[in-house]
């Protein structure tokens, strides 16, 4: 049961979040094949991104996302897909457009954008009987913005004080 709610908790992060392992920051988004953007315009792509995700809106969700963006919110007893295109990502926008998320703080530097917001973790999210019982989790983004799209970023958030909140008890390891 733990591992598929926190499974669940994952993938309603990961629908919100669209978090990813990160690299190293460049000074601006690279001119290869594509134009400049300057730290103002990832900031602006970002909050239209958040804005997309709230409003339920896939189509310009999937429009700010790259490709081939990465996440790494797998973690111990429950794989996260992270499959090519943004098919998997998008999955659970319904739920994501009803989590009540606040932006706390929002700023960049270079391609580099922090977002530190909230978002309501319910139990219907979570497959739990109690549906209505709600957790507000803190989520603190590194979000990377390569050619105009979002391509990678990390995330921070304590799950275990959500799913305390959600009636879950630590039990020590039985030897």
């Not at 803190?138 to 050619?147: D, M, S, W």
Request: proline share 3%; hydrophobic share 45%.
């Amino acid at each position: 049961m733990l591992r598929k709610t926190l499974g669940a908790a994952a993938a309603a992060l990961l629908g919100f979040t669209l978090l990813s392992a990160g690299s190293i920051a460049q000074d601006a988004t690279p001119a290869g094949d594509c134009a400049t953007t300057s730290t103002e315009e990832n900031v602006q792509i970002v909050q239209q991104y958040f804005d997309a995700v709230a409003a339920g809106d896939t189509a310009t969700a999937d429009s700010l996302l790259d490709d081939d963006f990465q996440h790494d919110l797998s973690m111990p007893g429950a794989d996260v897909p992270n499959d090519a295109g943004n098919t998997d990502e998008l999955a659970g926008i319904g739920d994501a457009a009803t989590a009540n998320h606040e932006i706390v703080h929002i700023l960049g530097q270079d391609d580099w954008v922090v977002v530190d917001f909230e978002f309501d973790l319910t139990g219907a999210n979570l497959g739990l009987a109690n549906a209505d019982q709600t957790a507000r989790v803190e989520v603190v983004a590194l979000i990377r913005i390569e050619c105009g799209m979002i391509a990678e970023a990390q995330f921070t958030t304590n799950l275990l004080e959500a799913l305390l909140a959600h009636g879950y008890d630590l039990v020590p390891p039985t030897e």
